[in-house]
Protein backbone atom coordinates (compact mmCIF):
# COMPACT_ATOMS: atom_id res chain seq x y z
CA UNK A 1 0.00 0.00 0.00
CA UNK A 2 1.40 3.12 -1.20
CA UNK A 3 1.43 5.60 1.56
CA UNK A 4 2.47 9.29 1.88
CA UNK A 5 2.47 10.97 5.52
CA UNK A 6 2.75 14.74 5.95
CA UNK A 7 3.60 15.67 9.84
CA UNK A 8 5.21 19.19 11.67
CA UNK A 9 1.94 21.55 10.63
CA UNK A 10 1.48 24.08 13.58
CA UNK A 11 0.73 27.04 14.78
CA UNK A 12 4.11 29.86 14.74
CA UNK A 13 4.00 33.23 14.62
CA UNK A 14 5.92 35.61 11.52
CA UNK A 15 9.21 35.16 11.30
CA UNK A 16 9.46 31.67 13.22
CA UNK A 17 10.43 28.35 11.53
CA UNK A 18 8.64 24.66 11.17
CA UNK A 19 10.26 21.96 8.97
CA UNK A 20 7.82 19.75 7.47
CA UNK A 21 7.92 15.81 7.32
CA UNK A 22 6.73 13.19 4.63
CA UNK A 23 7.30 10.16 4.47
CA UNK A 24 6.66 7.87 1.75
CA UNK A 25 6.31 4.16 1.58
CA UNK A 26 5.00 1.30 -0.86
CA UNK A 27 6.41 2.40 -3.69
CA UNK A 28 9.62 3.80 -5.55
CA UNK A 29 9.25 7.69 -6.45
CA UNK A 30 11.10 9.30 -8.51
CA UNK A 31 10.59 12.94 -7.03
CA UNK A 32 8.61 14.54 -4.04
CA UNK A 33 7.07 17.56 -4.04
CA UNK A 34 5.61 20.17 -1.47
CA UNK A 35 2.43 21.63 -2.59
CA UNK A 36 0.08 24.14 -0.38
CA UNK A 37 -3.29 25.42 -0.64
CA UNK A 38 -4.26 28.18 0.93
CA UNK A 39 -8.79 29.04 1.31
CA UNK A 40 -10.19 30.08 -1.83
CA UNK A 41 -6.60 29.75 -4.10
CA UNK A 42 -5.79 27.06 -6.23
CA UNK A 43 -2.80 24.31 -4.83
CA UNK A 44 0.65 26.38 -5.69
CA UNK A 45 4.17 24.24 -6.33
CA UNK A 46 6.40 24.65 -3.11
CA UNK A 47 9.34 23.02 -3.79
CA UNK A 48 10.26 19.71 -5.37
CA UNK A 49 13.30 16.96 -4.83
CA UNK A 50 14.75 14.14 -7.04
CA UNK A 51 15.50 10.99 -4.92
CA UNK A 52 17.79 9.77 -7.38
CA UNK A 53 20.42 12.58 -7.50
CA UNK A 54 19.06 14.50 -4.77
CA UNK A 55 18.58 17.38 -7.25
CA UNK A 56 16.00 20.26 -5.86
CA UNK A 57 13.63 23.37 -7.34
CA UNK A 58 12.19 25.79 -5.12
CA UNK A 59 9.45 28.17 -6.13
CA UNK A 60 10.24 31.75 -6.45
CA UNK A 61 8.02 32.52 -4.03
CA UNK A 62 9.40 31.03 -1.14
CA UNK A 63 13.16 30.70 -2.60
CA UNK A 64 15.62 31.86 0.37
CA UNK A 65 13.37 31.13 2.92
CA UNK A 66 12.31 27.17 2.72
CA UNK A 67 14.39 24.07 1.78
CA UNK A 68 14.20 21.21 0.66
CA UNK A 69 15.90 17.81 1.71
CA UNK A 70 15.89 14.17 1.79
CA UNK A 71 16.92 11.19 3.82
CA UNK A 72 16.52 8.36 1.64
CA UNK A 73 17.77 5.88 4.60
CA UNK A 74 14.14 7.15 6.72
CA UNK A 75 12.37 7.65 3.05
CA UNK A 76 11.74 10.63 4.20
CA UNK A 77 11.39 14.55 2.34
CA UNK A 78 11.76 17.75 4.72
CA UNK A 79 10.74 20.95 4.28
CA UNK A 80 12.23 23.67 6.51
CA UNK A 81 10.51 26.77 6.58
CA UNK A 82 11.91 29.97 8.19
CA UNK A 83 10.66 33.60 7.99
CA UNK A 84 7.45 32.55 7.60
CA UNK A 85 4.96 35.23 6.95
CA UNK A 86 1.40 35.12 7.04
CA UNK A 87 0.85 34.40 3.59
CA UNK A 88 2.40 30.85 3.95
CA UNK A 89 -0.62 29.86 5.63
CA UNK A 90 -2.07 26.98 4.04
CA UNK A 91 -2.43 23.32 3.95
CA UNK A 92 0.57 21.63 2.96
CA UNK A 93 0.54 18.72 0.97
CA UNK A 94 3.47 15.87 -0.09
CA UNK A 95 2.95 14.31 -3.29
CA UNK A 96 5.21 11.36 -4.90
CA UNK A 97 6.20 11.15 -8.65
CA UNK A 98 6.80 7.90 -10.38
CA UNK A 99 7.91 8.78 -13.84
CA UNK A 100 8.56 12.45 -14.07
CA UNK A 101 11.29 14.43 -12.32
CA UNK A 102 11.29 18.01 -10.62
CA UNK A 103 8.36 19.24 -11.86
CA UNK A 104 6.03 21.76 -10.76
CA UNK A 105 2.63 20.57 -12.32
CA UNK A 106 0.16 18.64 -9.52
CA UNK A 107 -0.75 16.31 -12.73
CA UNK A 108 3.37 14.82 -13.13
CA UNK A 109 2.53 13.74 -9.34
CA UNK A 110 0.81 10.21 -9.11
CA UNK A 111 0.27 9.87 -5.10
CA UNK A 112 -0.66 12.41 -2.76
CA UNK A 113 -0.46 12.70 1.33
CA UNK A 114 -3.38 14.01 3.01
CA UNK A 115 -1.98 17.11 4.26
CA UNK A 116 -0.95 19.06 7.04
CA UNK A 117 -1.93 22.71 8.33
CA UNK A 118 0.43 25.52 9.05
CA UNK A 119 -0.84 28.84 10.26
CA UNK A 120 1.28 31.52 10.56
CA UNK A 121 0.15 34.36 13.00
CA UNK A 122 1.36 38.22 12.50
Known amino acids: QVQLGESGGGLVQAVGSLRLSCAASGRTFSTIGWFRQAPGKEREFVAAISLTDGRTYHADSIWGRFTISRDNIKNTVYLQMNSLKPEDTALYYC?????????????????WGQGTQVTVSS
Open 95 to 111: AGGIYYALTHDPGRYDY
